[in-house]
RNA sequence: GACUCCGUAGCUCAGCUGGAUAGAGCGCUCGCCUUCUAAGCGAGUGGUCGCAGGUUCAAAUCCUGCCGGGGUCACCA
């Protein structure tokens, strides 16, 4: 059975249809005005402006027709030309057995599922995460269940940074602290050690220090460009210690990325694509796309009218306009855009067949990099524009409203935010003091990790992934209103509900709606479908999240208002349970896509 | 300078393919635990939707221009 809202938008579309209008008019919602009616259907009006019509005759013709509807109740006209819509009873009843029955708990599938890439995470071979390495992690992880579930195939990947300057500073800067190391021998044939001479705490410190001290020296600076070029180059010491440093890195990363059930499918990296640079390049130079400037090779990418080069002290820059990319810099290096179009030319045919699109979950701050990638993309042929998406989000800001920087040292590390937030879930939970006094140790750290990692995850993705927002400890860690702990404790409530029943030998039966708890409830429980077809459309994990806060309220209202378990009456008793077992699967449904575990209590 | 994102309640934010009295959370004020988990529920408080024009029966939403803030603009990624 399909969504009532949806069954109703197909009554309404044909009844438009019948007197020679859209379907798309009879667009059908939940209304604004609960206490006016269940959905509403406002195309009359845009429907009347369409065919010169009186929008209050034509509404009542559709609302005419809708009334003879199985689900409908009373179709009534109100002010200019809104249609309002009750439905039964026993419509929102066979709606909610519907849900609970469901496998996907009321939702369905994407009219046209793809095949696509999801590029997430973007960590850094050279440094740990910080805190703005949570939003793409997170965001990209929520986008990939969310496809999944819908019916796309993802294959997602996080693509290491692990080919750019930073390796050159990290090389450099191992080689000043110790010039001993055999891989700095170039005389030395192999083969080199296999246990990594650093940590990740060495990592972590060598690479603030380099970059300080190539930012303040420019010899310095050289030095690591020259490290980097070196190993792009293929001198087989860096290449040795490329390769370390990637291990350890990953190792740490990936317990990381663990804490926050997050995960890739693959672990490709920046240096894995490194065997096709030159082959996009000579491409890039057979289609006659690049032209040489200043020693290094560019592939211009304005367009008509975008193009203004200005000449000054003989130099061209392209004021106001794409700039072009650099393919190849004067030291004979490649940078990020070359890589990445690598990267792509990998992805597109070198491993089993070509996606339908690649989604890039990346800072908006890159996005005219994308822009310029995407452009360069299409006029190699490798895929057009319109198949390759940038998903950008707004940074994580200091209390002073500006980023976090991530090259100046003394930024939060993410595994330092989610000890934090460790933490914080065990001291809130000792407070509440909630926690069953027989619960072992091993499940109390369980369940302070799933209100961490429910703190953590819902307070980023419920805000609208685009706009800023100001890092707050507080807010990462509340664990009142709008938040993830308030969604598990509601999803916690529900089960254990279910649970006491199913003890006391109470089973859910058949659902008959009657109260008006229990319709706002299946009312809200009906738009699980709308939402995350919404959220897959937008890449908005937002917009499921708020309809979860939603049903989590409307549960709490409704637990509030009538009894459950505790109904005297053993029809009223097994219809509640129906309907509380029905919320429960949708709300762990749902919060599973978010990457959120409900524990059994806590 | 160009491009781009943002500007909605004291604070943090939804709503933006135009529709009825602009919604949440936090805060503040009341009320509710001898009944299923009060990390909760109910009621109240609080808004020139940055400003000015325009389109429309109807604008927070669309268009134009301003103002304010963030971001980006080839050899770091």
Redesign the pocket.
């Known amino acids: 059975m399909a969504s009532l809202a949806k069954e109703l938008s197909a009554a309404a579309g044909a009844a438009f249809e019948a007197m020679g209008l859209e379907a798309r008019f009879g667009e059908v919602r939940r209304?604004?005005?609960p206490?006016?009616?269940d959905f509403?259907c406002?195309g009359?009006?845009?429907a009347?402006?369409a065919a010169g019509r009186n929008?209050r005759e034509i509404a009542g013709e559709i609302a005419g027709a809708l009334k003879a509807h199985a689900l409908v109740l009373s179709a009534e006209v109100?002010?200019?030309?809104?249609?309002?819509l009750r439905v039964s009873d026993a419509a929102l009843s066979a709606r909610a057995e519907a849900v609970r029955g469901d496998a996907m708990a009321g939702g369905e599938k994407a009219a046209a599922p793809e095949r696509i890439t999801l590029d997430f995470g973007?960590p850094?071979v050279a440094k740990p995460m910080h805190v703005g390495h949570l939003r793409s992690a997170v965001i990209g992880d929520t986008l990939q269940r969310l496809f999944r579930f819908l019916g796309d195939e993802v294959v997602s990947d996080t693509h290491l940074?692990d080919?750019?300057?930073?390796m050159g500073h990290l090389i450099s800067e191992l080689q000043d602290e110790q010039p001993g190391l055999i891989y700095f021998d170039a005389g030395f044939t192999g083969p080199y050690p296999a246990e990594p001479p650093v940590t990740m705490d060495d990592l972590a410190r060598l690479y603030p220090q380099a970059s300080n001290k190539a930012k303040a020296d420019e010899a310095r600076?050289e030095r690591s460009?020259k490290a980097?070029a070196e190993m792009q180059a293929g001198r087989a010491g860096f290449r040795a210690l490329l390769t370390h440093f990637i291990n350890v890195s990953v190792a740490s990363l990936k317990q990381d990325y663990a804490f926050l059930n997050v995960s890739f499918d693959l672990w490709k990296g920046?240096s894995d694509v490194d065997g096709l640079i030159p082959e996009v390049i000579a491409r890039f130079k057979a289609k006659g796309l690049a032209v040489e400037?200043?020693?290094?090779w560019?592939v211009p990418l304005a367009r008509e009218g975008?193009h203004i080069p200005v000449e000054k002290n003989g130099?061209?820059?392209?004021?106001?306009?794409?700039?072009?990319?650099?393919l190849v810099?004067?030291?004979g290096?490649?940078?990020?855009?070359t890589?990445?179009l690598a990267t792509i030319l990998d992805r597109v045919e070198h491993m089993g067949p070509a996606p339908d699109r690649i989604v890039y979950v990346v800072d908006?701050?890159?996005?005219?990099?994308f822009v310029q990638v995407f452009r360069a993309a299409a006029k190699l042929g490798l895929m057009p524009e319109d198949r390759l998406e940038h998903i950008?989000f707004?940074?994580v800001?200091g209390a002073d409203?500006?980023?976090f920087k991530t090259?100046e040292g003394g930024v939060l590390r993410l595994a330092d935010l989610n000890s934090m937030a460790l933490e914080e879930?065990f001291r809130?939970?000792d407070a509440?003091g909630?926690?069953p006094e027989d619960m072992s140790a091993e499940e109390r750290a369980d369940?302070a990790h799933k209100?961490a990692v429910a703190a953590l995850r819902f307070s980023d993705l419920?805000?609208?992934?685009?706009?800023?927002?100001?890092f707050?400890l507080d807010?990462f860690t509340?664990?009142?209103?709008?938040?993830g702990?308030?969604l598990?404790?509601?999803a916690?409530?529900v089960?254990?509900?279910l649970?006491?029943?199913a003890e006391a030998g109470h089973e859910p039966g058949a659902v008959a709606v009657t109260e008006d708890a229990e319709r706002a409830l299946v009312l809200q429980l009906d738009g699980f479908g709308a939402a995350l077809l919404?959220a897959r459309e937008?890449r908005?994990p937002?917009?499921l999240c708020?309809h979860l806060?939603?049903l989590?309220?409307a549960f709490?209202?409704?637990?509030?208002?009538?009894?459950?378990?505790?109904?005297p009456d053993d029809a009223k008793r097994a219809s509640?349970l129906a309907l509380a077992d029905a919320v429960r699967h949708q709300l762990e449904t749902g919060l599973d896509l978010l990457g959120i575990t409900v524990?059994?209590?806590?």
């Open positions: 209304s604004d005005k206490e006016l009616a509403q406002n009359a009006m845009a009347a402006k929008p109100a002010g200019p030309g809104f249609i309002n973007g850094n940074g080919w750019g300057l930073q600076n460009q980097v920046e400037s200043g020693g290094a560019i975008e130099e061209i820059t392209y004021k106001n306009a794409m700039p072009p990319i650099l810099n004067s030291r290096g490649t940078g990020y855009h890589t990445d908006q701050r890159q996005a005219q990099h950008g707004g940074t800001n409203g500006k980023p090259r879930a809130k939970i509440a909630k926690l369940v209100v419920m805000n609208t992934r685009i706009t800023n927002y100001v707050d807010r509340s664990f009142e209103g709008k938040t702990p308030y598990l404790y509601a916690v409530r089960k254990s509900v649970r006491k029943a919404g937008k908005m937002h917009i708020e806060y939603s989590a309220q709490s209202a409704f637990y509030g208002a009538l009894p459950i378990a505790s109904d509640r524990p059994e209590r806590m």
